[in-house]
C-alpha cells in the first residue's frame, strides 16, 4: 500500500534524558503523522507476517533563498545534504509501528532515496515479499 505524508520529511532524533527519565521530544510529531497514516490505512488490522518491503521517496525542499534557477537545476536531482536518510527512514517506521506493521523486526527489504522538490513530503510504500530469493 502506498502513503504520502506531507510536510517536510521528519529524521528520528536521539532520546533524550531528563531526571532519569527518557524524554520523546517528537512525541507531538509523531501523534500528527501517525494520524494521517492511520486515515490512509483505514480499519485494516496490522500487517503481521514477514517478510514486509519498504520502499521510500523523501521529498527535500528548496531553500527559500535558492533562487528559480538554482531550483531548475537540482529539481529531481539526489538530495546529499542534512537530514540523514537512516535516521529519516527509522523516523517513518517508528511512526508505522502498531499501526501499518505489529512491529518493524518484520521489515526485511529497505529501498529509500531522497530527492530536491519544489514542497516537502515522504512517499512510501509497504508490502507483503511474496517471492523470496536467496542471494
Not at 517478510?51 to 527535500?60: E, G, K, Y
Request: proline letters at 6%; charged letters at 30%.
Amino acid at each position: 500500500m502506498k502513503f504520502i505524508l506531507h510536510g517536510n520529511p521528519t529524521a528520528l532524533q536521539r532520546p533524550r534524558f531528563y531526571c532519569g527519565n527518557v524524554v520523546d521530544s517528537q512525541k507531538e510529531q509523531k501523534f500528527l503523522d501517525g494520524l494521517q497514516i492511520r486515515k490512509q490505512w483505514g480499519c485494516k488490522a496490522p500487517m503481521e507476517k514477514a517478510p514486509i518491503s519498504f520502499q521510500a521517496t523523501f521529498f527535500m525542499p528548496f531553500p527559500k533563498s535558492l533562487p528559480e534557477k538554482g531550483r531548475d537545476r537540482l529539481r529531481d536531482q539526489y538530495h546529499t545534504k542534512r537530514k540523514d536518510l537512516d535516521n529519516m527512514i527509522k523516523y517513518i517506521l517508528d511512526v508505522c509501528n502498531n499501526i501499518v506493521f505489529t512491529d518493524d523486526s518484520l521489515i526485511a527489504q529497505i529501498s529509500a532515496k531522497k530527492i530536491w522538490a519544489d514542497t516537502g513530503k515522504t512517499e512510501f510504500t509497504l508490502e507483503y515479499i511474496t517471492e523470496y530469493e536467496a542471494p
